[in-house]
């Protein structure tokens, strides 16, 4: 696989989950990892970052990360857990600033991907999703509370 970004096998939404090993960088960050386990039309595995950051993987039938949920002392490095949708999140972030917003909750939903991220130091959550990859039966908004 190639990713422009240098921490893309962790998690990245719309991307295959962690993998250890695929990447020295990405290893060398996550303390502990709990293999995916089966519920209702998707897995759910749980990495701890070294920071004491856990972040939790939504993986569907494809393979594929469809949701990911964050907590912790630390808010977990974006660009590892949104990939792709990053410019996104960043554009949004942008625009907020521009309209004088400053603090409170990132809130973004936009170019198919829902995310919300909240906290202040010392503790950290939030989640993002990918709308249409979220598997049929499934609650998403109850599944990221």
Known sequence: MVCAMPLCAIAALGEAPFAAGASAAVD??????????TAQGYRV???ELNNGTVVQEFVDAKGQVFALRWSGPDLPDMGMLLGSYLPVFKASVQAARQAGKRGGPVVVQSGGMVMVSTGVMGAFQGYAYLEAWVPLDVDVRALLK
């Open 45 to 47: 595995a749980v990495l």
């Open 28 to 37: 060398a960050r996550v303390a502990s990892y709990q293999a995916a386990k």
